[in-house]
């Protein structure tokens, strides 16, 4: 019979390394990745109360309310915050694209197969040119 261990935090906490969607210049994005909890988020104030109901509908993924873009970024700035562990949100925050955004925030609430999608279109991708056209074969 296994002998059962107890979970220590550091084999929870040390994150998942991923593939995101690539920065606007084609660079690819690498990042350790962790799976915070939006409740705990809420409840602890790095998702303010003004933005609860925001968190809400993103969580329930609800169309986000015209004129609400600021408070719908906010919330996903905060989950990013919370979320990427390897590079540091600060450092890389002027480069993150709103599809990064939406990607680092959809990880941390489903884990790796939240990004299924994204890899999926991705594989699409390879197969045209940048252009979207397709590709011509000489003989």
């Avoid at 979970?7 to 995101?20: Q, S």
């Avoid at 873009?69 to 480069?95: G, H, N, Q, R």
């Amino acid at each position: 019979m296994e002998e059962l261990k107890i979970t220590k935090a550091e084999d929870i906490n040390g994150g998942e390394i991923v593939k995101l969607p690539p920065f606007p210049n084609g660079k690819e994005f690498i990042a350790r990745l962790k799976n915070p909890s939006l409740f705990v988020l809420c409840k602890n104030g790095a998702i303010p109360n003004e933005l609860l109901q925001e968190a809400q509908d993103i969580y329930e993924g609800k169309d986000m309310q015209a004129g609400r873009i600021k408070e719908y970024s906010e919330v996903l700035i905060a989950v990013a915050k919370a979320t990427l562990i390897e590079p540091k949100f600060e450092d890389i925050e002027e480069f993150l694209s709103t599809t990064q955004l939406i990607s680092i925030y959809n990880y941390a609430q489903g884990g790796v197969r939240a990004l299924i999608p994204f890899s999926k279109i991705e594989e699409l991708l390879k197969g045209s040119d940048t252009l979207g056209k397709n590709k011509k074969t000489s003989k």
